[in-house]
């Protein structure tokens, strides 16, 4: 038998909406609303509306969730329907079913239908495509350039001439005194990825070349993230911290960081070699190869390889977010650091306890 | 393996030889050209070493079951992802494809064997060794830490990372000689599939009557070729850039990352494809056949297979949408990548019309395709989300992404691949597989598959980026991935059965006889296992489904076409 | 034949795209312009020997091996003498303007392409070298011409490979 042979009636079948649909579909919202709830309670769910570039993510991510919805309770529904319908009975006969070759409407319609949800899509995505990567600049945006490292991120504020490592401040964008943050992202050795889910998308830091990003965040607070392209051993470990403050709280961050350590350390010129005090220990640590990797400004530490201490005791975790910055936590890195982050780049010293204590107690001074 | 005594089409009878000492067995199977043999030890070792790719795996979700354990360590797990990743797309994925190639086209177009039988020799033990040189990482070479040498650096291997000054051991160098030479093998076996394809049908068989999995194989050829020259070529240049001390992803010389990222993924994406297409064949195969009914719209399906292939060339960056380029480039590999989803959704749509107005036998492969069905859908669907790439900025690198391309590659290949094996499994060994097994294999699969990769999608979601070996406690993770881990091995448990039931039954398994699905294709008009030239006599054909017209005399498809 | 040849070509483009990725971009060293002379002599060397291959199939498409002999072997002096070239002008490069593979973009970028293509002609120059002896031991005859055209058609490519690395590396690199 051909399909030609079929009356009209039995070529298309008819489903009818039974109560059973109804409670598919009452327990298929509830599902999604917890889905969403727990979705809410992570600090890192990217259904956010926190800063521009998340919110228009956010509202194309529903848009095209919805379509796909659609599309998949469309075919799979119509895909589980002819396999329960279809399905060889006892009682068939040992007749093969009519076959049917193709049939040129049908196959027009879903090849139009098709094009057609793919221009809806594509327009949606270009609309916010362009509108978060081609956005014009305020004038009044703060800069910062942001540089990855095998396992820590170094930043700097150009405008004001600061540079730290790990933990990131911005102000807030809205309000009064509200400013956009421009951030130029590049790396230092291999490719890594900038990535605060709440505050937007990731952008990628490539070494040679300077990609941008921009956040414009709606709440103080403050946002978690971490790298997001493979870096290396340690790739797991490479956290961020992003602070968002009142224009105030980021200005009195700005001025804190533009101390020098000369202002902030008052070295008693009587230390001796065995007194566990932070003038004591500024002599030891500028005695120790920490200087060449490390620098604290103002001192004869310049090394450009490993993070900015500077202002070290004024972060809230070490090591990118590998533990909390205590005194205890602070000894036990420097004298091992591959217990914490085994594969990253910073050897143990091999100091004395004593050593240890005294660029511990040093380092504790430097907010 | 001796053949039986049985009619084969033209009347000849085929004695049994007299049995061979297990030297003579196994030197027969180590110098033979014969695209049978060739296949059967193509998916043996492919059947492997998913086996060991899968403990990777496990190894893996044991790691990531809580936060901050330490069952493996750092250098470990990243090993573990390298391997995994790399052992299943390669040693796994195009062995076992290639495989199945080699031993059904030939059968299909009614040739004796494929054209050119020593290059396919070559080709295989070429891609064999690789395989084996990539695994001897592990105890060779002087590793960073304890472990060997094997690759660590993901299976992708990003420049600079591979570069010697950020990988001075000699964990790239295997990963790079090793998928060398198994790209010399698959190079070779896709020339050889295609000359097949193009030279070797047997009389009647236009292109247009040819079933459709040479089609998707004859295109999954052409890709290979065009696809893999890339790598080649990219990892070429990390060997120059690492031992004579070229620049060409030297960044500190004015060398380019992005352009590794560039030619890995103009290879990376038609691999994919390069993947997938041969389980489209199988699934157009199967389908018909457990449907009674013919494949829908064939026409349409041999061009979307085509225009699949060719668009697929054109799609890559929607691996590097992150990775700033312009808006307009982003916006042009959203719309391409949009576009290769059209011709597949058709093949979805085309399945389902045969389907439709069926009479459908649940038996094990057939539950095999039908779940590929649904999990291919979902596996496009979250494809297209990727590929709007404003949101993709969010998903990317992230496990969103892990859990679509298992949907695509477990989902969809792994499940289409045990169908097939069931479904040609008694036509290579002459016995059918246990279908009680079968379906606990089914069943178990199923369960596994959906607890770990449906709720996978949520910790990227989540903000869960890849490629990390342990996550901290305050995130929400942990449950998640708890579950997801669970799964893993009842998948795991699920495989050991299909590899129980292959070998138990390949002992006690029933006799299969040549045709034991009642199928139309040519492959069954043969021997179970056939006889070592195929065919007796050259076949003639007048249709797409020769064994149809020969069953239905009263309805041919020759009248029809 | 033409399946090796689609992945070759893919190979090929593949560097040459970085070639031409990379031109200017390099941080020190000799530039295209300083130190390459275009090869005029040699590359009409090779890419004549396409034509004298043509002769060559001809002739063994006719039977005439004696003929054959001749043009095969005209084909493979002009392949030697276009490796020849380059011989010459890598030793002029290295010794007197100190361009290695790994002195910069360019050293890797060029030395990588025109050396694939260089090893191309190497390998069709051995295969020849094979249908040679054969020929002279007296074992090729016209049925025999399905293959040499096969092989011929290999150093087609090989020639046409030149043109587009001749035209990137010569004349839009400089």
């Known amino acids: 038998m051909r399909v030609s042979e079929l009356k009209p009636q039995e070529r298309i079948p008819r489903v009818k909406l039974r109560t059973s649909h109804f409670r598919l579909a009452v327990v298929a919202s509830a599902l999604m609303s917890a889905a969403e709830a727990a979705m809410a ?174 956040l414009d965040p709606k709440k103080t607070g403050e946002y978690l993230g971490q790298c997001g392209q493979f870096c290396g051993a340690e790739h797991a470990k490479m956290l961020l911290r992003v602070y968002v403050d009142t224009p105030e709280q980021f200005a009195a961050w700005i001025a804190g960081q533009q101390k020098t350590q000369a202002e902030l350390t008052a070295a008693t010129a009587t230390s001796t070699d065995d007194a566990i005090d932070a003038a004591t220990g500024q002599r030891v640590f500028e005695q120790q190869a920490c200087i060449n990797c490390h620098t604290v400004q103002g001192t ?40 914490f982050k085994p594969g990253c780049l910073m050897p143990a010293m091999h100091l004395t306890d004593k050593q240890n204590a005294q660029i511990t107690a040093y380092l504790e001074t430097l907010k | 393996m001796g053949s039986e005594t049985y009619p084969v089409a033209g009347g000849a009878v085929h004695e049994a030889p007299a049995r061979n000492t297990y030297l003579e067995v196994i030197h027969s199977w180590i110098v033979t050209v014969d695209h049978k043999k060739l296949g059967i030890m193509y998916i043996v070792y492919a059947l492997l070493f998913l086996v060991v790719a899968g403990i990777e795996a496990l ?69 064999a060794f690789a395989g084996l040189l990539l695994y001897f990482s592990f105890i060779g070479g002087n590793g960073l830490a304890g472990t060997g040498t094997a690759p660590d650096v993901g299976w992708f291997a990003y420049a600079p990372l591979t570069e010697k000054a950020f990988s001075p051991g000699h964990t790239i160098d295997y990963w790079t000689v090793a998928l060398l030479a198994n790209g010399v093998g698959s190079i070779g076996t896709a020339i050889n599939i295609l000359a097949t394809v193009f030279c070797m049908r047997t009389k009647g068989m236009t292109l247009l009557r040819m079933p459709l999995l040479p089609w998707l194989y004859a295109t999954m050829s052409f890709l290979t070729l065009v696809a893999i020259s890339p790598l080649t070529a990219a990892q070429a240049m990390l060997m120059i850039d690492r031992y004579l001390g070229g620049h060409f992803f030297d960044t500190q010389a004015g060398g380019s990352a992005l352009l590794w990222a560039h030619f890995f993924w103009i290879f990376g994406h038609p691999e994919v494809y390069v993947l997938v297409l041969p389980a489209f064949g199988m699934a157009s195969e199967i389908i018909p056949v457990f449907s009674r009914k013919a494949i829908f719209g064939y026409p349409a399906m041999v061009a979307a297979s085509v225009g699949i292939g060719f668009i697929s060339l054109g799609v890559w960056a929607h691996h590097m949408f992150t990775i700033g380029m312009t808006s307009y480039g982003n916006a042009f590999f959203t719309l391409s990548t949009m576009l290769v989803g ?90 059918m597989l246990s279908e009680r097994l079968g379906k606990w294999h089914f069943w178990l699969m199923l369960i596994g598959f959906h607890m770990t990769f449906d709720l996978m999608h949520i910790p990227g979601l989540l903000g869960m980026p890849r490629w990390i070996y342990t996550y901290e406690a305050d995130r929400g993770w942990g449950t998640l991935n708890l579950l997801v881990s669970i799964g893993a091995f009842i998948q795991a448990i ?28 040519l492959e069954w008009s043969t021997a179970s296992p056939p006889p070592s030239y195929n065919f007796a006599t050259d076949p003639v054909v007048h249709s797409r489904r020769p064994l149809w017209d020969l069953k239905h005399p009263e309805d041919p498809d020759s009248a029809f076409e | 034949m033409t399946g090796l040849i689609i992945a070759e070509s893919a190979i090929f483009t593949i560097f040459v795209v970085a070639y031409l990725y990379y031109l200017g971009r390099d941080v020190s060293g000799p530039t295209p312009k300083q130190v390459l002379e275009i090869p005029w002599f040699y590359s009409v060397c090779l890419l004549s020997s396409s034509g004298f291959i043509i002769a060559a ?109 001749f035209t990137v590396v010569y004349v839009v690199g400089r």
């Open chain 1, 41 to 214: 309670s992570s600090p890192t769910s990217i259904f956010s509306e926190l800063s521009t570039p998340a919110q228009q993510e956010n509202g194309l991510a529903f848009f095209v969730l919805g379509i796909c919805a659609v599309i998949f309770v469309s075919v799979a529904g119509l895909l589980v329907y002819a396999m329960w319908k279809f399905r060889a009975k006892k009682t068939d006969t040992q007749q093969e079913p009519p076959q049917v070759f193709g049939s040129v409407q049908i196959e027009l319609s879903w090849t139009i239908i098709p094009i057609l949800i793919v221009v809806v899509l594509f327009l949606g995505t270009a609309r916010v495509l362009f509108s978060v990567q081609d956005a014009p600049k305020p004038k009044n945006a703060l800069d910062v350039t942001a540089v990855g490292h095998q396992y820590w991120w170094e930043y700097h504020y150009p405008q004001y001439g600061v540079a730290v490592a790990n933990e990131l401040h911005i102000p807030v964008a809205t309000g009064d005194g509200g400013r956009t943050t421009y951030i130029k992202l590049t790396s230092a050795d291999v490719i890594h990825s900038f990535w605060i889910p709440q505050l937007g998308g990731k952008t990628d830091m490539l070494p040679n070349r300077v990609n941008e990003m921009w």
């Open chain 2, 494 to 521: 699920a495989v050991l059965i299909c590899v129980i039931n292959m070998v138990w039954s390949y002992f006690r398994g029933p006799l299969a006889g040549p045709d034991p699905w009642d199928a139309w294709t």
């Open chain 2, 59 to 127: 190894l893996m979700r044991i790691q990531l079951a809580a936060p901050h354990l330490h069952f493996l360590d750092p250098q470990t797990f990243n090993r573990m992802f390298t391997m995994h990743g790399t052992t299943m797309v390669f040693l796994v994925g195009m062995m076992i494809l290639f495989g199945l190639g080699n031993y059904l086209v030939p059968l299909m177009i009614g040739a004796r064997d494929m054209a050119f039988p020593r290059l396919n020799a070559f080709s295989f033990w070429m891609s």
């Open chain 1, 300 to 339: 004869m530490a310049n090394g450009r390889f490993g993070p900015d201490l500077t202002h070290l005791a004024s972060r809230k975790t070490l090591a990118s977010g590998a533990m909390d910055n205590t005194p205890e936590n602070l000894k036990a890195w420097i004298a091992d650091p591959s217990q």
């Open chain 3, 57 to 165: 199939e001809h002739a063994i498409e006719h039977g005439k091996v004696a003929a054959f002999k001749v043009w095969w072997a005209i084909t493979m002096v002009l392949g030697i003498i276009f490796l020849y070239g380059t011989g010459v002008e890598w030793r002029k490069l290295i010794v007197e303007d100190h361009l290695t593979i790994s002195t910069n973009l360019f050293g890797t970028t060029y030395y990588s392409l025109v050396g694939l293509h260089a090893s191309h002609v190497i390998v069709g120059l051995l295969m020849m070298l094979v249908v040679m002896v054969f020929t002279l031991l007296g074992k090729v005859e016209q049925r025999h011409a399905q293959r040499i055209k096969t092989l011929a058609l290999y150093w087609h490519f090989v020639d046409a490979v030149w043109v587009v690395v």
């Open chain 2, 342 to 431: 059209i011709p597949t959704g058709i093949k979805i749509f085309n399945w389902l019309a045969t389907i439709w107005g069926g009479r459908i036998r649940f038996q094990v492969p057939m539950m095999f395709a039908c779940a590929f069905l649904l999990q291919f859908l979902i596996a496009g669907l979250t494809g297209i989300m990727l590929s709007v790439s404003a949101w993709d900025w969010q998903l990317h690198n992230s496990y969103f992404v892990v859990a679509h391309f298992h949907y695509v590659l477990v989902g969809g290949i792994v499940f289409m691949l045990f169908g097939a094996l069931t479904y040609w499994y008694p036509k290579m060994t002459g016995r």
